[in-house]
């Protein structure tokens, strides 16, 4: 892979997908972002970019998903 002229790591579809699925989970941007191995401030925008909603008022821990 090469890098492009900002030296940024372009987003996969695996990624995007991941995304998603973990926003259904009701996780936080700082956990999705974990889970992805990106910032909170990329994680958000590559969420309002592809319409995908966030709703941090009212997430789940990963140990309620787990139970």
């Known amino acids: 892979m090469t890098k492009n002229s ?7 579809a695996t990624e995007i ?9 009701k996780l936080d941007f700082g956990k999705i972002a ?8 990329a994680t958000a925008a590559k969420a309002q970019t592809h319409g995908i909603d966030v709703d941090v008022r009212d997430y789940k821990t990963a ?4 139970e």
């Open 63 to 66: 140990r309620e998903i787990q």
């Open 6 to 12: 900002t030296g940024l790591r372009p987003w996969t």
């Open 34 to 41: 974990r889970a992805l191995n990106r910032s909170a401030g």
């Open 17 to 25: 997908r991941k995304l998603r699925g973990l926003a259904q989970k």
